[in-house]
């Protein structure tokens, strides 16, 4: 089971660093992603970390201002969020998938979602 935690209310240029979690179990040997979903659109990428946490894919509008990161022995995920803007406003997914890790909305795991809001 995932379980994200860090989202909130922020201004524009802040930043956030958002935590998956997971219980009754760990994190070895699966591929990890955040995903977002704004209001009225579909879900979309925002970057994904391999097992090893050598290999990071990033979607263009996180590039240069999200980092993703993961600690086995914590057994969690981050998502270092900064210079936010208000198109970053979203319901945010951690999620996890067998495979090699790659640029895909499709993962196996998901978790509940934590609300970014970016407004002034």
């Known amino acids: 089971q995932l379980a994200e935690s860090g989202g909130g209310l922020v201004r524009p240029g802040d930043s956030l660093r958002l935590t998956c979690s997971a219980s009754g179990g760990t994190f070895d040997n699966y591929a990890l992603g955040w995903l977002r979903q704004a209001p009225g659109k579909e879900r979309e990428f925002v970057a994904t970390?391999?097992?090893?946490?050598?290999?990071?894919y990033y979607s263009d509008f996180a590039k240069g201002r999200f980092t993703i990161s993961r600690h086995h022995a914590e057994t969690a995920m981050y998502l270092q969020m900064n210079n936010l803007r208000a198109e970053d406003t979203a319901v945010y997914y951690c999620?996890?998938?067998?495979?090699?890790?790659?640029?895909?909305?499709?993962?196996?795991?998901w978790g509940q979602g934590t609300q970014v809001t970016v407004s002034s």
């Open positions: 999620a996890a998938k067998t495979g090699g890790v790659t640029i895909t909305t499709m993962y196996d795991y």
């Open positions: 970390i391999n097992w090893s946490g050598d290999r990071t």
